[in-house]
């Protein structure tokens, strides 16, 4: 069964300090990894979709980076606003799972002024 | 405009009640989800649906009866609601599986079976 394994559980960074997220996957064939933020009472907001080992993408101060076993999101020089549930969520290659995604229990990142 | 929206937002009812959940997508996607998310906030798929018909069922009581009038819409019925079913449950949609499968989340209803 796929795993996904996320750390720190909880993240607290004073603002412009730069850190990353980890999240440690183990599936039997790689369709899709994925991040999503979550703000507290809201639904999850997709970020990155990543296919392949070397894969990166970026979006404002996020870069999401990918391995055989593991994704990090970077997040550089971080804001107050950038505080949120980040969720890692992977999609294995079975030819009739129809997207069922497995979430990971995501990191609480807090951010002070 | 909203891409996913479900009703309600919050639901508080009895134990041993019968209570629905609805969502609708605007987005043309042909594939829809539901999600329930415990305490500990971890996500977990409940059931799939694509062009209305039942693709994932994961394991999830009897009493959960999900329907899809049409590709629109994916509502959630629940039967006999149990103090276990107390959870935030999300709906998601996504356009199949072969292209890039985002799947794009609604804000979630919170049940709290009291």
């Known amino acids: 069964e796929d795993q996904v394994t996320q750390s720190p559980e909880a993240l607290r960074l004073q603002e412009g300090e730069s850190s990353s997220l980890n999240c440690s996957y183990t599936v039997s064939g790689l369709r899709g990894l994925f991040w999503y933020r979550q703000d507290p009472g809201k639904g999850p907001e997709f970020l990155f979709t990543?296919?392949?080992a070397g894969e990166e993408k970026e979006k404002e101060r996020l870069k999401a980076t990918l391995t055989k076993k593991e994704s990090f999101l970077h997040i550089t020089a971080p804001k107050p606003e950038d505080s949120a549930t980040y969720l890692c969520a992977v999609r294995e290659n079975r030819g009739t799972s129809y997207g069922k995604l497995t979430f990971g229990q995501g990191t609480i990142l807090t951010v002070h002024p | 405009d909203t891409a996913v929206s479900q009703t309600p937002k919050y639901l508080v009812t009895q134990m041993g009640n019968d209570k629905s959940i609805k969502c609708e997508q605007n987005l043309g996607h042909d594939t829809m989800y539901w999600y329930k998310q415990d305490s500990k906030k971890f996500l977990k798929i409940m059931f799939s649906?694509?062009?209305?018909?039942?693709?994932i069922n994961e394991t999830v009581p009897n009493r959960f009866s999900p329907k899809s009038p049409d590709k629109a819409h994916l509502n959630l019925h629940i039967n006999s609601l149990e103090l276990g079913d107390s959870a935030v449950y999300f709906c998601?949609?996504?356009?199949?599986?072969?292209?890039?499968?985002?799947?794009?989340f609604g804000p979630g209803t919170r049940l709290t079976v009291l």
């Open positions: 990543l296919y392949s």
């Open positions: 998601a949609s996504s356009q199949g599986e072969l292209r890039s499968g985002t799947q794009y």
């Open positions: 649906y694509n062009n209305k018909e039942l693709i």
